[in-house]
């Protein structure tokens, strides 16, 4: 478990002071909702909600129905714990979003940063993001898949999802370092767009199905504390 624990927080740089971003639905993304409405097209979030109804549908949990009684301070710190570690990882990762979409809204580099180093801050998001997803599927993932049909169906095609725009974003990245292409923000933004939706949602999802009411309705205080984080 520790050793997992330690996997995490050097493959996503958590030496860094954290500052919450709890903004579920930035602006661009209630732009790029409206758009994709009037035009009649599916979102990524439309698709995923509707991959969840279907596995909620599916799998309903008995113990789910029951009325559980309040817990305590101390059993909530335990049935909490894998939210709150995985909110400090995933806010690791909207700070770096957050770091390069003001650039391609602004269309201007932050100024303490060469193109050079704005282009490996990028790789380096899309680097770190993915050993996180790894550790999740690897470790995880298998483990909370045996009682929560969440990380079995909605939580799986989010990273899919996720991965495929990662991948073109990573392709320009390469390709504007090595001179294949010339970078622009405009360009950087349009394919930011593309995952940028699904991503924030798999942010906030995940944390709240590790949230202690829910994990409460799987799992025994004695099952979270063996967790694998």
């Given at each position: 478990?520790?050793?997992?624990?330690?996997?995490?927080?050097?493959?996503?740089?958590?030496a860094?002071?954290?500052?919450?971003?709890?903004?579920?639905?930035?602006?661009?993304?209630?732009?790029?909702?409206?758009?994709?409405?009037?035009?009649?097209?599916?979102?990524?979030?439309?698709?995923?909600?509707?991959?969840?109804?279907?596995d909620?549908?599916?799998?309903?949990?008995?113990?789910?129905?029951?009325?559980?009684p309040?817990?305590?301070?101390?059993d909530?710190r335990?049935?909490?714990?894998?939210?709150?570690?995985?909110?400090?990882?995933?806010?690791?990762?909207?700070?770096?979003?957050?770091?390069?979409?003001?650039?391609?809204?602004?269309?201007?580099?932050?100024?303490?940063?060469?193109?050079?180093?704005?282009?490996?801050?990028?790789?380096r998001?899309?680097?770190?993001?993915?050993?996180?997803?790894?550790?999740?599927?690897?470790h995880?993932?298998?483990?909370?898949?045996?009682?929560m049909?969440?990380?079995?169906?909605?939580?799986?095609?989010?990273?899919?999802?996720?991965?495929?725009?990662?991948?073109?974003?990573?392709?320009?990245?390469?390709?504007?370092?090595?001179?294949?292409?010339?970078?622009?923000?405009?360009?950087?933004?349009?394919?930011?767009?593309?995952?940028?939706d699904?991503?924030?949602?798999?942010?906030?999802d995940?944390?709240?199905?590790?949230?202690?009411?829910n994990?409460?309705?799987?799992?025994?205080?004695?099952?979270?504390?063996?967790?694998?984080?």
């Open positions: 478990m520790r050793y997992l624990a330690r996997r995490c927080r050097t493959a996503l740089c958590t860094t002071t954290l500052t919450p971003l709890r903004n579920p639905t930035p602006a661009y993304l209630l732009a790029s909702r409206r758009a994709s409405s009037r035009a009649g097209a599916p979102t990524a979030q439309s698709l995923i909600h509707k991959m969840s109804a279907n909620s549908k599916a799998a309903a949990s008995p113990a789910a129905e029951e009325k559980l309040p817990l305590s301070d101390h909530f335990i049935y909490n714990n894998m939210a709150d570690h995985m909110d400090l990882f995933h806010n690791n990762f909207r700070q770096s979003w957050n770091l390069l979409w003001q650039a391609c809204c602004n269309n201007k580099r932050p100024r303490n940063l060469t193109l050079k180093q704005f282009l490996d801050e990028g790789l998001f899309i680097q770190h993001l993915t050993v996180h997803h790894n550790i999740e599927e690897q995880i993932f298998p483990v909370l898949a045996k009682k049909p969440e990380f079995r169906g909605d939580l799986q095609a989010q990273h899919k999802l996720i991965h495929a725009g990662m991948d073109r974003m990573a392709d320009y990245l390469r390709g504007c370092k090595t001179g294949e292409y010339e970078f622009e923000l405009s360009g950087l933004k349009a394919r930011m767009e593309t995952w940028g699904v991503l924030w949602t798999h942010l906030d995940e944390v709240r199905t590790l949230g202690a009411e994990m409460r309705k799987y799992w025994t205080k004695e099952e979270m504390v063996r967790m694998p984080m």
